[in-house]
């Protein structure tokens, strides 16, 4: 038996977006919850998958700023992550402040198992859609994005 939609939508924009946010929602569940059983707190996945995006490490308010936290929350986060081998942290030469960061070997698995199931998440998600679906899905979305891009003035 299908279930029924509790959306009470008066359009069809409305019952769309709330498939959409309904979707993106059980999107980022699965991901959670194939990411907690990498063993990783959210906070420290999310610092280890941004630092893998660099191809020099930042330093630690370059993070903080990137990343739209604090100081203090980067600082806790790479010693739990130096802590479990993730990464591993020393003084720079010219600079005794600076701490230079790099992930270790365990890091870089952990970023690549990561990765393999964020495919596998979104491999699941497309199941059953063509290339053509997707094409045209994707076309949607940019225009959508296009068409809200000037209601978010300091999105890029």
Same mark, same amino acid.
């Given at each position: 038996?299908?279930?029924?939609?509790?959306?009470?939508?008066?359009?069809?924009?409305?019952?769309?977006? =709330?498939?959409?946010?309904?979707?993106?929602?059980?999107?980022?569940?699965?991901?959670?919850?194939?990411?907690?059983?990498?063993?990783?707190? =959210?906070?420290? =996945?999310?610092?280890?998958?941004?630092?893998?995006?660099?191809? =020099?490490?930042?330093?630690?308010?370059?993070?903080?700023?990137?990343?739209?936290?604090?100081?203090?929350?980067?600082?806790?986060?790479?010693?739990?992550?130096?802590?479990?081998?993730?990464?591993?942290?020393?003084?720079?030469?010219?600079?005794?402040?600076?701490?230079?960061?790099?992930?270790?070997?365990?890091?870089?698995?952990?970023?690549?198992?990561?990765?393999?199931?964020?495919?596998?998440?979104?491999?699941?998600?497309?199941?059953?859609?063509?290339?053509?679906?997707?094409?045209?899905?994707?076309?949607?979305?940019?225009?959508?994005?296009?068409?809200?891009?000037?209601?978010?003035?300091?999105?890029?």
């Amino acid at each position: 038996m299908k279930k029924q939609n509790k959306c009470q939508c008066a359009t069809p924009e409305g019952m769309a977006m =709330h498939l959409f946010i309904r979707v993106s929602h059980m999107h980022h569940a699965a991901i959670e919850g194939r990411v907690s059983k990498l063993g990783f707190h =959210h906070s420290q =996945h999310r610092m280890l998958m941004h630092l893998a995006r660099y191809e =020099h490490i930042p330093s630690q308010k370059e993070l903080a700023d990137a990343m739209g936290i604090s100081p203090a929350a980067v600082t806790t986060t790479l010693k739990r992550l130096e802590k479990e081998g993730y990464i591993a942290r020393s003084v720079t030469d010219e600079d005794n402040r600076r701490n230079e960061i790099r992930i270790t070997d365990a890091g870089i698995a952990a970023v690549n198992a990561s990765r393999d199931l964020f495919v596998a998440v979104d491999h699941r998600m497309f199941e059953g859609l063509t290339e053509d679906e997707i094409k045209t899905f994707t076309i949607i979305l940019e225009r959508m994005r296009d068409n809200l891009r000037d209601e978010q003035p300091n999105e890029s």
